[in-house]
Protein backbone atom coordinates (compact mmCIF):
# COMPACT_ATOMS: atom_id res chain seq x y z
CA UNK A 1 0.00 0.00 0.00
CA UNK A 2 1.75 3.71 -1.21
CA UNK A 3 2.12 5.67 2.15
CA UNK A 4 2.82 9.34 1.40
CA UNK A 5 5.96 9.23 1.24
CA UNK A 6 6.33 7.41 -1.41
CA UNK A 7 4.99 9.95 -3.17
CA UNK A 8 7.53 12.12 -2.44
CA UNK A 9 10.67 9.52 -3.20
CA UNK A 10 9.43 7.53 -5.95
CA UNK A 11 9.83 10.32 -8.48
CA UNK A 12 11.68 9.57 -11.58
CA UNK A 13 14.14 12.32 -10.46
CA UNK A 14 14.36 11.37 -6.63
CA UNK A 15 14.59 14.02 -4.54
CA UNK A 16 17.81 15.00 -2.72
CA UNK A 17 17.16 15.00 1.29
CA UNK A 18 17.40 18.26 3.42
CA UNK A 19 17.25 15.92 7.23
CA UNK A 20 16.95 17.92 10.55
CA UNK A 21 17.04 16.20 13.75
CA UNK A 22 13.97 14.64 13.97
CA UNK A 23 16.02 11.00 12.44
CA UNK A 24 18.10 11.56 15.61
CA UNK A 25 15.54 11.59 17.76
CA UNK A 26 13.34 9.02 16.30
CA UNK A 27 16.46 6.35 16.33
CA UNK A 28 16.43 7.12 20.14
CA UNK A 29 19.89 5.41 20.34
CA UNK A 30 21.81 7.44 22.86
CA UNK A 31 20.84 10.97 20.67
CA UNK A 32 19.87 13.84 22.64
CA UNK A 33 18.02 16.84 20.78
CA UNK A 34 19.72 20.38 20.85
CA UNK A 35 17.22 21.49 23.11
CA UNK A 36 19.14 18.94 25.40
CA UNK A 37 22.47 19.99 24.64
CA UNK A 38 21.75 23.58 25.21
CA UNK A 39 19.96 22.40 28.47
CA UNK A 40 22.74 20.46 29.54
CA UNK A 41 25.32 23.64 28.76
CA UNK A 42 23.21 26.07 30.57
CA UNK A 43 23.11 24.01 34.19
CA UNK A 44 26.95 24.02 33.68
CA UNK A 45 27.22 27.31 33.49
CA UNK A 46 24.34 28.45 36.25
CA UNK A 47 22.33 29.87 33.66
CA UNK A 48 18.86 29.40 35.43
CA UNK A 49 15.32 30.04 33.14
CA UNK A 50 12.20 30.07 34.10
CA UNK A 51 9.33 27.93 31.96
CA UNK A 52 7.79 31.14 30.21
CA UNK A 53 11.50 32.36 29.64
CA UNK A 54 12.48 29.58 27.93
CA UNK A 55 9.00 29.37 26.23
CA UNK A 56 9.27 32.93 24.32
CA UNK A 57 13.39 32.01 23.83
CA UNK A 58 14.88 30.65 20.51
CA UNK A 59 17.82 28.14 21.09
CA UNK A 60 20.16 30.97 19.08
CA UNK A 61 18.89 33.41 21.54
CA UNK A 62 19.78 31.08 24.54
CA UNK A 63 23.16 29.94 23.10
CA UNK A 64 23.92 33.44 22.36
CA UNK A 65 23.67 34.30 26.33
CA UNK A 66 25.40 31.65 27.26
CA UNK A 67 28.81 32.85 24.08
CA UNK A 68 27.59 36.58 25.83
CA UNK A 69 28.64 35.38 29.32
CA UNK A 70 31.65 33.52 28.45
CA UNK A 71 34.97 34.99 28.76
CA UNK A 72 36.92 35.79 25.62
CA UNK A 73 39.48 32.93 25.73
CA UNK A 74 36.90 29.76 26.17
CA UNK A 75 34.18 31.08 23.84
CA UNK A 76 34.95 28.31 21.43
CA UNK A 77 34.89 25.90 24.86
CA UNK A 78 31.30 26.07 24.19
CA UNK A 79 31.81 24.34 21.07
CA UNK A 80 33.80 22.19 22.07
CA UNK A 81 31.94 20.86 24.54
CA UNK A 82 28.56 20.57 21.80
CA UNK A 83 31.09 18.11 20.02
CA UNK A 84 32.66 16.32 22.89
CA UNK A 85 28.67 15.53 23.75
CA UNK A 86 27.67 14.64 20.52
CA UNK A 87 30.85 12.39 19.84
CA UNK A 88 29.06 9.67 22.33
CA UNK A 89 26.08 9.65 19.48
CA UNK A 90 26.27 6.10 17.73
CA UNK A 91 23.66 5.56 14.64
CA UNK A 92 20.57 3.16 14.16
CA UNK A 93 19.32 1.42 11.70
CA UNK A 94 17.26 4.35 10.66
CA UNK A 95 20.25 5.95 9.69
CA UNK A 96 21.16 3.55 7.66
CA UNK A 97 18.04 2.95 6.05
CA UNK A 98 17.89 6.60 4.65
CA UNK A 99 21.59 5.98 3.42
CA UNK A 100 21.05 2.94 1.84
CA UNK A 101 18.02 4.60 0.14
CA UNK A 102 19.92 7.63 -0.71
CA UNK A 103 23.14 5.77 -2.22
CA UNK A 104 21.07 3.61 -4.30
CA UNK A 105 19.43 6.87 -5.99
CA UNK A 106 22.27 8.58 -6.66
CA UNK A 107 20.69 12.03 -4.46
CA UNK A 108 22.46 13.89 -1.98
CA UNK A 109 21.67 14.19 1.44
CA UNK A 110 21.97 17.90 3.59
CA UNK A 111 22.10 17.22 7.27
CA UNK A 112 21.22 20.03 9.10
CA UNK A 113 23.07 17.94 11.86
CA UNK A 114 26.68 18.69 13.38
CA UNK A 115 26.81 15.14 14.30
CA UNK A 116 28.26 12.71 12.05
CA UNK A 117 25.72 9.85 12.29
CA UNK A 118 24.38 9.82 8.94
CA UNK A 119 28.46 9.01 8.01
CA UNK A 120 29.14 6.35 10.68
CA UNK A 121 25.88 4.57 9.58
CA UNK A 122 27.02 3.16 6.16
CA UNK A 123 31.13 3.79 6.87
CA UNK A 124 31.27 6.66 4.04
CA UNK A 125 34.35 7.95 3.63
CA UNK A 126 35.29 12.03 4.52
CA UNK A 127 36.68 13.81 1.85
CA UNK A 128 38.58 17.09 2.89
CA UNK A 129 38.81 20.03 0.86
CA UNK A 130 41.69 22.78 0.46
CA UNK A 131 39.64 26.15 1.31
CA UNK A 132 39.23 27.26 5.01
CA UNK A 133 38.14 23.59 6.28
CA UNK A 134 39.13 24.44 9.99
CA UNK A 135 36.41 27.72 9.79
CA UNK A 136 33.85 26.28 7.40
CA UNK A 137 34.15 23.64 4.94
CA UNK A 138 31.88 24.14 2.49
CA UNK A 139 32.97 21.39 0.39
CA UNK A 140 33.79 19.27 2.58
CA UNK A 141 31.26 15.61 2.57
CA UNK A 142 30.88 11.62 3.23
CA UNK A 143 30.76 9.55 0.79
CA UNK A 144 31.82 6.23 -0.92
CA UNK A 145 33.48 7.39 -3.88
CA UNK A 146 34.40 11.09 -5.11
CA UNK A 147 31.73 13.67 -5.88
CA UNK A 148 31.85 14.58 -9.40
CA UNK A 149 28.50 16.04 -9.87
CA UNK A 150 26.71 17.76 -6.76
CA UNK A 151 23.32 17.11 -8.10
CA UNK A 152 23.99 13.63 -9.47
CA UNK A 153 25.83 11.66 -7.04
CA UNK A 154 25.13 10.68 -3.98
CA UNK A 155 27.16 12.44 -0.65
CA UNK A 156 26.32 13.69 2.58
CA UNK A 157 26.90 17.43 3.20
CA UNK A 158 26.64 19.49 6.22
CA UNK A 159 25.05 22.93 5.79
CA UNK A 160 25.44 23.99 9.48
CA UNK A 161 29.14 22.22 9.85
CA UNK A 162 30.06 19.42 11.73
CA UNK A 163 31.91 18.40 14.71
CA UNK A 164 35.06 17.28 12.88
CA UNK A 165 35.82 21.10 12.97
CA UNK A 166 34.20 22.53 15.87
CA UNK A 167 34.63 26.28 14.60
CA UNK A 168 32.31 25.44 11.49
CA UNK A 169 29.65 25.22 13.59
CA UNK A 170 26.60 27.10 12.94
CA UNK A 171 25.36 27.42 17.09
CA UNK A 172 24.92 31.22 17.37
CA UNK A 173 23.38 34.19 15.26
CA UNK A 174 27.05 35.50 14.44
CA UNK A 175 27.97 32.08 13.07
CA UNK A 176 24.62 32.45 11.07
CA UNK A 177 24.86 35.91 9.22
CA UNK A 178 28.50 34.76 8.77
CA UNK A 179 26.67 32.51 6.35
CA UNK A 180 25.10 34.37 4.99
CA UNK A 181 27.54 36.92 4.45
CA UNK A 182 29.59 34.08 2.31
CA UNK A 183 26.86 33.02 0.34
CA UNK A 184 24.98 36.27 -0.86
CA UNK A 185 28.68 36.99 -2.29
CA UNK A 186 28.90 33.97 -4.21
CA UNK A 187 25.31 34.40 -5.09
CA UNK A 188 25.64 38.21 -6.06
CA UNK A 189 29.00 38.97 -6.97
CA UNK A 190 29.24 39.79 -10.43
CA UNK A 191 25.91 38.21 -10.51
CA UNK A 192 27.20 34.79 -10.32
CA UNK A 193 25.21 32.56 -9.58
CA UNK A 194 22.13 34.17 -12.29
CA UNK A 195 24.94 34.33 -15.53
CA UNK A 196 25.41 30.31 -14.70
CA UNK A 197 21.46 29.86 -14.66
CA UNK A 198 21.52 31.80 -18.04
CA UNK A 199 24.59 29.98 -19.30
CA UNK A 200 26.46 32.46 -19.76
CA UNK A 201 29.09 31.20 -17.12
CA UNK A 202 29.86 27.52 -17.09
CA UNK A 203 30.58 27.90 -12.95
CA UNK A 204 29.90 29.70 -10.11
CA UNK A 205 30.96 30.10 -6.22
CA UNK A 206 29.18 27.47 -4.95
CA UNK A 207 29.25 24.60 -7.81
CA UNK A 208 31.15 21.80 -5.73
CA UNK A 209 29.34 22.45 -3.01
CA UNK A 210 25.61 21.80 -1.11
CA UNK A 211 24.10 25.00 -2.45
CA UNK A 212 24.27 23.14 -5.77
CA UNK A 213 21.98 20.77 -4.85
CA UNK A 214 20.06 23.17 -2.81
CA UNK A 215 19.39 25.05 -5.88
CA UNK A 216 18.87 22.66 -8.73
CA UNK A 217 17.76 19.60 -7.23
CA UNK A 218 13.95 18.28 -6.42
CA UNK A 219 14.16 18.69 -2.60
CA UNK A 220 12.40 16.19 0.67
CA UNK A 221 12.52 18.28 3.79
CA UNK A 222 12.05 15.68 6.81
CA UNK A 223 12.28 16.20 10.02
CA UNK A 224 13.55 20.03 10.25
CA UNK A 225 11.29 21.78 12.66
CA UNK A 226 11.97 25.10 10.19
CA UNK A 227 11.39 27.10 14.03
CA UNK A 228 11.60 30.62 14.17
CA UNK A 229 15.61 30.82 15.09
CA UNK A 230 16.42 29.12 11.95
CA UNK A 231 17.46 32.37 10.37
CA UNK A 232 20.09 30.82 7.92
CA UNK A 233 17.76 28.38 6.39
CA UNK A 234 14.59 30.64 5.61
CA UNK A 235 16.72 33.36 4.15
CA UNK A 236 18.23 30.75 1.70
CA UNK A 237 14.92 29.00 0.82
CA UNK A 238 13.91 32.45 0.23
CA UNK A 239 16.96 33.07 -2.17
CA UNK A 240 15.64 29.50 -4.23
CA UNK A 241 12.60 31.02 -3.84
CA UNK A 242 13.50 34.10 -5.77
CA UNK A 243 15.79 31.96 -8.15
CA UNK A 244 12.93 29.65 -9.17
CA UNK A 245 10.36 32.81 -9.68
CA UNK A 246 12.99 34.31 -12.14
CA UNK A 247 13.93 31.80 -13.33
CA UNK A 248 10.88 29.11 -14.37
CA UNK A 249 12.87 26.51 -16.60
CA UNK A 250 15.10 25.34 -13.24
CA UNK A 251 11.88 25.59 -10.67
CA UNK A 252 12.24 21.70 -9.56
CA UNK A 253 9.21 20.26 -6.25
CA UNK A 254 10.25 20.88 -2.65
CA UNK A 255 8.40 18.68 -0.40
CA UNK A 256 8.25 19.41 3.14
CA UNK A 257 7.29 15.99 4.81
CA UNK A 258 6.19 16.51 8.81
CA UNK A 259 3.55 14.82 11.20
CA UNK A 260 0.51 16.87 11.29
CA UNK A 261 -0.15 19.18 14.09
CA UNK A 262 -1.62 22.34 14.57
CA UNK A 263 1.45 24.07 15.09
CA UNK A 264 2.25 22.86 10.78
CA UNK A 265 -0.82 24.31 9.97
CA UNK A 266 -0.44 27.31 11.05
CA UNK A 267 2.42 27.04 9.36
CA UNK A 268 1.19 26.54 6.09
CA UNK A 269 1.01 29.89 4.55
CA UNK A 270 4.82 30.24 5.03
CA UNK A 271 5.93 26.71 4.02
CA UNK A 272 3.28 27.64 0.63
CA UNK A 273 5.16 31.15 -0.05
CA UNK A 274 8.83 29.14 -0.07
CA UNK A 275 7.29 27.02 -2.84
CA UNK A 276 6.76 23.87 -0.91
CA UNK A 277 3.79 21.12 -0.90
CA UNK A 278 3.16 20.16 2.88
CA UNK A 279 2.98 16.04 2.99
CA UNK A 280 1.43 15.60 6.44
CA UNK A 281 1.25 11.60 7.96
CA UNK A 282 -0.34 10.75 10.95
CA UNK A 283 3.52 9.93 13.32
CA UNK A 284 6.67 9.73 13.18
CA UNK A 285 7.15 6.16 12.31
CA UNK A 286 4.99 7.03 8.96
CA UNK A 287 8.06 8.38 7.70
CA UNK A 288 11.05 6.37 9.66
CA UNK A 289 9.81 3.43 9.14
CA UNK A 290 7.94 3.83 5.59
CA UNK A 291 8.53 1.35 3.22
CA UNK A 292 8.93 3.93 1.05
CA UNK A 293 12.59 3.43 1.73
CA UNK A 294 13.12 -0.07 0.71
CA UNK A 295 12.23 1.12 -3.09
Do not use: C
Amino acid sequence: MATPLDDVLNQDDPPALLLGNGINQYADSGNASWEDLLNRLAKRRNLILSTSELREMSNTERYDILDLAAPNESREDLKGEVRSMMELWHPSEVHARVIKWASSNQTPILSMNFDALLGEASGLEFFGVDENVYVYPFRAHFAYNQVKNVRRNFAVWHPHGFIRYKQSIRLGLVDYMGSVSRIESWIKNRRALHNYVEGKSETWPGQRSWLEAFFFNPMAVIGFGFHKDETFMRWLFLERARLHRKYPDIKRPLWYVARDSERLRHRFPFLKALGMAVVRVGSHRDIYESTAWEA
